[in-house]
C-alpha cells in the first residue's frame, strides 16, 4: 500500500524535518490539479483560498485532513467533505496581524496618512495630534491574535480591556459590549466571523463609541455593516482604519474611498515575511502529527 499523498502549495524542503513516511507533491489548483487528486489524504491549499482551491475537494476521494494556512476558514468550511478533518492556520499570523493592529492605530492617531499627502505636495504641515499612551484600548475577540496584540501594546502605557465570546478571568464577553463601548478610545476587532459576529458592529455599536474614537478592523469584512460604519464616519464624529472590508477587494467606486477619518489597508494583516516560518512551522508539525497517528492541533471540525 503506498504511502499517503500530500499536496503542498510550497515545497517540502523548506519544512526542514518532514514526516519520511508521507508522499509529497507541491500543487497549485488554480493553475493544474494533477490526476493524483484522487490520491490526496493531506491537502494545504494555497494561502488565497479562491473558489476554484475548495472546488477540488469535492474531487478528493482520499482525504482525511485540510490544513489552511489562513486563521479564518469561513471561505472555505462549508466546502469540507463529510468525516475530513479541517485545521486552521491558527498562530500563523499573529505575529503580523498584531503588528499591522499597532501599526495602525498609531497611523490614524497620530495622522500619518495626512503627513504623506503633505509631504506629496510638498508642504509643512505641523500639529497637534492625540498619542496611543493613556488611552483605553479594547480587544474584541481576545483568542491568540488578541494576546499578541495586548503583548505589543504593553510599552504604550494603555489600559488594555479584553473582551471574547465567554468569560473568563480578566476577559469580559461579547454582551459587555454595550457598557464598555462609551469609555473606549480604540476598538481593536479580531474576532473571527461567524453567526454570531456578522454585522455586530452595526449602527447601534458605533453610536456607542465615544466621540473621536478609533474603530479597528483586523476581522473580516462583514463583521461591521459597511453602510452604518459609512454613516458614522460620514459625520466625522469618529474614526476607523481597516484591514478588511465588505465587499472584498473595495470596488472603485465605494463611498468608503471618500469617508473622512478613514485609513484603509487592502487586507495584508498576514501578508509579511512573519507569515512563512511560523507556517511551515505548523505544517510540518502538523504532518509529523498525522503521520504519527497523533491529534492534529487547531482542529475545527470532524475527525481523521
Same mark, same amino acid.
Given at each position: 500500500?503506498?504511502? =499517503?499523498?500530500? *499536496? %503542498?502549495?510550497?515545497?517540502?524542503?523548506?519544512?526542514?524535518? =518532514?514526516?519520511?513516511?508521507?508522499?509529497?507533491?507541491?500543487?497549485?489548483?488554480? +493553475?493544474?490539479?494533477?490526476?493524483?487528486?484522487?490520491?490526496?489524504?493531506?491537502?494545504?491549499?494555497?494561502?488565497?483560498?479562491? !473558489?476554484?482551491?475548495?472546488? &477540488? $475537494?469535492?474531487?478528493?476521494?482520499?482525504?482525511?485532513?485540510?490544513?489552511?494556512?489562513?486563521?479564518? &476558514?469561513?471561505?472555505?468550511?462549508?466546502?469540507?467533505?463529510?468525516?475530513?478533518?479541517?485545521?486552521?492556520?491558527?498562530?500563523?499570523?499573529?505575529?503580523?496581524?498584531?503588528? $499591522?493592529?499597532?501599526?495602525?492605530? %498609531?497611523?490614524?492617531? @497620530?495622522?500619518?496618512?495626512?503627513?504623506?499627502?503633505?509631504?506629496?505636495?510638498?508642504? *509643512?504641515?505641523?500639529? *497637534?495630534?492625540?498619542?496611543?499612551?493613556?488611552?483605553?484600548? %479594547?480587544?474584541?475577540?481576545?483568542?491568540?491574535?488578541?494576546?499578541?496584540?495586548?503583548?505589543?501594546?504593553?510599552?504604550?502605557?494603555?489600559?488594555?480591556?479584553?473582551?471574547?465570546?465567554?468569560?473568563?478571568?480578566?476577559?469580559?464577553?461579547?454582551?459587555?459590549?454595550?457598557?464598555?463601548? !462609551?469609555?473606549?478610545?480604540?476598538?481593536? %476587532?479580531?474576532?473571527?466571523?461567524?453567526?454570531?459576529? @456578522?454585522?455586530?458592529?452595526?449602527?447601534?455599536?458605533?453610536?456607542?463609541?465615544?466621540?473621536?474614537?478609533?474603530?479597528?478592523?483586523?476581522?473580516?469584512?462583514?463583521?461591521?455593516?459597511?453602510?452604518?460604519?459609512?454613516?458614522?464616519?460620514?459625520?466625522? @464624529?469618529?474614526?476607523?482604519?481597516?484591514?478588511?472590508?465588505?465587499?472584498? !477587494?473595495?470596488?472603485?467606486?465605494?463611498?468608503?474611498?471618500?469617508? =473622512?477619518?478613514?485609513?484603509?489597508?487592502?487586507?495584508?494583516?498576514? +501578508?509579511?515575511?512573519?507569515? *512563512?516560518?511560523?507556517?511551515?512551522?505548523?505544517?510540518?508539525?502538523?504532518?509529523? @502529527?498525522?503521520?504519527?497517528?497523533? !491529534? $492534529?492541533?487547531?482542529?475545527?471540525?470532524?475527525?481523521?
Amino acid at each position: 500500500m503506498s504511502a =499517503p499523498l500530500v *499536496w %503542498l502549495p510550497f515545497d517540502p524542503s523548506v519544512l526542514d524535518d =518532514p514526516p519520511a513516511g508521507l508522499r509529497y507533491q507541491v500543487v497549485d489548483p488554480t +493553475a493544474e490539479v494533477p490526476d493524483t487528486v484522487g490520491e490526496v489524504a493531506f491537502y494545504v491549499p494555497p494561502y488565497q483560498v479562491g !473558489p476554484r482551491v475548495a472546488e &477540488v $475537494l469535492d474531487r478528493m476521494s482520499s482525504l482525511r485532513v485540510v490544513q489552511t494556512m489562513t486563521a479564518g &476558514v469561513d471561505n472555505i468550511r462549508d466546502r469540507i467533505p463529510q468525516g475530513v478533518t479541517l485545521c486552521s492556520g491558527r498562530g500563523i499570523h499573529d505575529t503580523s496581524t498584531a503588528e $499591522l493592529a499597532v501599526t495602525l492605530v %498609531l497611523a490614524s492617531l @497620530r495622522g500619518l496618512p495626512g503627513l504623506v499627502r503633505a509631504q506629496d505636495r510638498h508642504e *509643512w504641515t505641523p500639529g *497637534w495630534r492625540p498619542a496611543l499612551a493613556d488611552k483605553r484600548v %479594547l480587544i474584541v475577540g481576545y483568542g491568540a491574535v488578541g494576546a499578541a496584540v495586548e503583548a505589543r501594546l504593553a510599552p504604550f502605557e494603555v489600559e488594555v480591556v479584553k473582551v471574547a465570546r465567554s468569560e473568563r478571568d480578566g476577559v469580559r464577553t461579547i454582551d459587555d459590549l454595550p457598557s464598555l463601548l !462609551p469609555d473606549a478610545d480604540v476598538v481593536i %476587532l479580531v474576532v473571527p466571523l461567524t453567526a454570531d459576529t @456578522r454585522g455586530l458592529v452595526d449602527a447601534a455599536f458605533l453610536a456607542r463609541m465615544k466621540d473621536g474614537a478609533l474603530l479597528v478592523n483586523l476581522a473580516r469584512g462583514p463583521v461591521v455593516v459597511t453602510d452604518d460604519l459609512v454613516a458614522a464616519l460620514s459625520t466625522g @464624529r469618529i474614526h476607523a482604519a481597516v484591514d478588511v472590508v465588505d465587499p472584498e !477587494p473595495l470596488p472603485e467606486d465605494h463611498p468608503l474611498w471618500d469617508v =473622512p477619518n478613514l485609513l484603509v489597508s487592502p487586507h495584508v494583516g498576514g +501578508a509579511s515575511s512573519a507569515m *512563512w516560518p511560523r507556517a511551515h512551522r505548523l505544517v510540518r508539525d502538523q504532518l509529523h @502529527r498525522f503521520a504519527g497517528g497523533g !491529534p $492534529l492541533a487547531n482542529v475545527v471540525t470532524g475527525e481523521y
